[in-house]
């Protein structure tokens, strides 16, 4: 139907998970990068597939209601947000109808609430942690530090982020002028050879502390006491590390973190809980929007201080611990030993003894901990899964755990709602589902789902009833503060 370089006219109707744009000629599937839902454009076909097609927007013609001038100065060539076309409550309203639509269509839910989204304030600014791939390798005069563009390893040169906190920029600067000064090779992705392979850089939001980490493909690097001595004329920097990878991958950190100067860690606060943060340690990005969706999982837990509550894919313990002063017993339970230590090393840092950790996989620990001890049979298990959610497995643990109430953080909507329908054929009503938008500028978004044990039918007509009522007055109180405001 297409041949490559042939140009087409379409509208936008929807956007896949990664930013494209999605349209249809006669039938047939277009995928349009720099498009948004909504956009009538002029897109220039760049690949041919048997059943779709890869277009790139040349022209906009008919502009989408909520379209905006990026503020960023190479947003469309960067890989990273890419809803920087859209304002903000363009966003917020593309993201509610996301998650509206995989709770009704791939769940099966017609009825269920979906809250409003919980936005932010200031949308720009938010991230505590910057990845930058290094280039510049095969005789270029300088190094390269930036983003990769969508879909490609290519680097797109840049000097700061928008969506970071102001002083990120001052150690960019510092690590191209040390990887000039000390000869220090980037790394070359199609060789393998080079040594500097990537800049992170995590910040504390409570506390101010940075952190900076080369990750590296050797175990050293050469005088890096000129990095050091520029970081240290940073604000919040307190300590250089290296983080050692030597496989040819697309993963960016290896597993070892070798400590340069000051401190590896950094500290950062959820409320009043403090967690010790490691390059390698999960933790939220946004510390703001973490705050709202920890305390909504809080609230969804119901917990009076008499509960025993099992946290799967606890990672280093930031929900675990963050419940912790709620609950008479909290269980983590995670595959990643090193997050286990750190889980560990937190609660003993917050002096919460009803806080325990177990490493291995949830589908295996939960019932061995169980037979040993009816007394951790849970009254609420909160889930986290990542991107692809919960493996069938561990459903079926949770639904074998029977809990009074299960809440359910996702980063993926769409896996969200396919464990939700299992959970609900397993007898749980799914009460609500609330979206937090913890990813302001990307196509990304969390959800945090409230179901609960049903004892009869009776019981899930009267309680469903009511959350109906709770979710058309909520709804109804947003939509008359909207109106007010613009």
Known sequence: MFVKNQLTELTIEDITDTGEGIGHVDGFTVFVSRAVPGDTV?????????????????????????????????????????????????????????????????????????????????PYGYRNKGQFPVGGANGAILPVLGFYAGHSHRIVPTKSCLMLWNGHEKILAAVVDYLMKSGAKPYDEETGKGLVRHVLMRRGAATGEVSVCLVVN????????????????????????????TEKTNVILGRETLPLFGSVTITDYI????????????????????????????????????????????????????????????????????????????????????????????????PRLIAEDETVKPDVVVVDPPRKGCEKSLLETILSMEPARIVYVSCDPATLARDLRILADGGYRV???????????????????????MSNTWERTITLDVEMEDYHRIKNRTEVTADATE
């Not at 469309?76 to 998650?99: D, N, P, R, W």
Request: aromatic share 6%.
């Open 271 to 366: 409320g009043d809980v403090s967690f010790v943060i490691s390059p390698t340690s999960f933790y939220q990005v946004n510390p703001v929007q973490m705050k709202v969706l920890y305390d909504t999982a809080l609230s969804y837990a119901g917990l009076t201080g008499n509960e025993v509550v099992w946290d799967l894919y606890c990672g280093i313990g930031t929900i675990s611990l963050f419940l912790a002063k709620h609950a008479k017993r909290v269980i983590g339970v995670e595959i990643v030993e090193d997050a286990i230590i750190d889980a560990k090393a937190n609660a003993m840092r917050n002096r919460l003894t009803n806080a325990e950790f177990h490493c291995g996989a949830a589908e295996e620990v939960v």
């Open 42 to 122: 002029r897109a220039r076909i760049i690949k041919v597939k048997k059943t779709y097609a890869i277009a790139k927007a040349e022209e906009i013609l008919t502009p989408a209601a909520g379209r905006v001038e990026p503020k960023c100065p190479v947003a469309g060539s960067c890989g990273g947000c890419q809803l920087s076309y859209l304002s903000y409550e363009a966003q917020l309203q593309m993201k509610q109808k996301k998650v509206e639509d995989c709770v009704r269509r791939i769940g099966g839910f017609p009825d269920v609430p979906v809250l409003p989204i919980l936005g932010m304030d200031n």
């Open 218 to 245: 050797g175990r050293s690097v050469p005088k890096p006491e000129i990095l050091w001595e520029s970081l240290q004329q940073i604000d919040g920097v307190v300590g250089l590390c290296l983080n050692v990878n």
């Open 431 to 453: 009460d609500r589902v609330q979206p937090v938008d913890q990813f302001p500028g990307s196509v990304h978004v969390e959800v945090v789902s409230l179901l609960q044990k």
